[in-house]
């Protein structure tokens, strides 16, 4: 089953606008990270924030994070026509629920920034 | 560095029919990772390596088989192909201490029909 649930599953802005994408899980959790995945192609990190931290930013990428409420948000700031991409969230939860280093994926967020 | 490729990038079978899809990274990475990723869908992990010569089973293993007689390569197999595999499968690949971001090769299009 996912992990991760992201909402909304597909989000439509104008060009400039802000984007943010939530996504919620269910178990203890080592870093949740975002990653980007641009049609036909593979997933790109972006950014991984660690349990311990509640808020993160990279470039036009705000992430932060709830563990008492098991959410996370990715803000995405005066976005750009090239932004149009599906937007997942992972969690890793260092193996201490699953028993192995490996990410569990949500289902994603579409995004289409429209020119 | 070509970070992390996948052979081939489609391909057609037919039921019955067995393939292998071949993941290769060029980063030293120790861990190695297969999904698949069905419509609509997120990730779903396959098998995984955390170093040559040793797999593990993931969420959903039933149907596959996975090789990692080098550390740079990672082969999963398809015995018996059967239309519920019709998937797109991805290859990735990280550093086990460090940096937890993995890299993920361009995906293979798998269609059983």
């Known amino acids: 089953s996912q992990q991760g649930e992201e909402d909304p599953q597909a989000l439509s802005i104008q060009e400039g606008e802000n984007a943010t994408m939530n996504c919620s899980y269910k178990?203890?959790?080592?870093?949740l990270q975002w990653y980007r995945q641009n049609s036909g192609r593979g997933l790109v990190h972006l950014i991984l924030?660690?349990?311990?931290?509640r808020e993160k930013h990279s470039g036009r990428l705000r992430v932060t994070l709830d563990t008492s409420k098991k959410s996370s948000s990715l803000l995405i700031t005066a976005s750009r026509a090239a932004d149009t991409a599906s937007y997942f969230c992972a969690t890793d939860d260092g193996g201490l629920d699953t028993g192995r280093r490996a990410l569990t994926f949500g289902s994603g967020t579409r995004l289409q920034v429209q020119p | 560095n070509a970070g992390v490729t996948q052979t081939p990038k489609f391909r057609v079978l037919k039921t019955g029919q067995s393939m292998t899809l071949l993941c290769a990274q060029d980063?030293?990475?120790?861990?190695m990772y297969w999904y698949r990723q069905d419509p609509g869908m997120g990730l779903r992990l396959i098998h995984y390596?955390?170093?040559?010569?040793?797999?593990a089973k993931g969420e959903v293993p039933d149907g596959y088989n996975v090789s990692r007689l080098k550390k740079q390569n990672f082969l999963l197999g398809l015995e018996s192909a059967a239309p519920s595999q019709t998937s797109v499968y991805f290859c990735a690949s990280r550093i086990s201490r460090g940096r937890d971001e993995q890299f993920f090769g361009p995906g293979t299009r798998l269609t059983v029909l």
């Open positions: 980063m030293n990475h120790e861990y």
């Open positions: 390596s955390v170093g040559e010569g040793t797999t």
């Open positions: 178990t203890s959790i080592n870093n």
């Open positions: 924030i660690r349990s311990n931290e």
